[in-house]
Every structure is written in C-alpha cells, then in structure tokens.
Nanobody
Framework: QVQLVESGGGLVQPGGSLRLSCATS????????MSWYRQAPGKERELVAQ????????NYADSVKGRFTISRDNAKNTVYLQMNSLKPEDTAVYYC?????????WGQGTQVTVSS
C-alpha cells in the first residue's frame, strides 16, 4: 500500500521558518522524482519544488527560489522542504507528490499558515 504522509505544517509569523517532511512507503522511492506542490484557497495547485531521482537535480518556482530548499533521504524514503523567510503569500496546503514509472502518488496535505 502506497503512503505519503506529510508533517511539519503549522502557523508561523512572517519571516519565520518551517520544515516539512513527507514520509513514504509502498513504492521504490529512490526511483521517483519527488515534489512539493501547494494550493491556496481559490487558486490552482502549483509546483513549488522538485528533486529528481538520480543526481539530486532540483527545480523551484520563481516565487520560492532562494528561500525554500528541497532535499531527500533515500535511506529513509523521505523528502523534505525547508522553508525560510516565509511570507503571508506562502499560506497554502502543501502536498507531497511522487512521480515515476508512469504513475504518480499524492499525500493528504499539510496546512501552512503565515500570519502575524
């Protein structure tokens, strides 16, 4: 059974930091590209950051470049998103995504709220 379980969301003040984790099981994690998406109320889901399966190449949305860092631990089947200098516009539900071998899987999401 495939599982992607996000954690680490919460309420943080502008300028603060959070670290999201996505623990996975049930598929060959090291062979999959892993991504973080987010969806704010009334908006479409958007790609935030992506890390590929080999070599660790990463991509980021322009809006988070220099502030967010995606990383993965293949031994723990876990992907992380370190979010620094958070802004109110980063408020959204953050979803973990695994893509590879012609399939993709989603986590249930974790809420991140940036507010004073």
């Amino acid at each position: 059974q495939v599982q992607l379980v996000e954690s680490g969301g919460g309420l943080v003040q502008p300028g603060g930091s959070l670290r999201l984790s996505c623990a996975t099981s049930g598929f060959a994690f090291s062979l999959y590209a892993m991504s973080w998406y987010r969806q704010a109320p009334g908006k479409e889901r958007e790609l935030v950051a992506q890390i590929f399966s080999f070599g660790g190449r990463t991509n980021y949305a322009d809006s988070v470049k220099g502030r967010f860092t995606i990383s993965r631990d293949n031994a723990k089947n876990t992907v992380y998103l370190q979010m620094n200098s958070l802004k109110p516009e980063d408020t959204a539900v953050y979803y973990c995504n695994a893509y590879g071998l012609g399939v993709q899987y989603w986590g249930q999401g974790t809420q991140v709220t940036v507010s004073s």
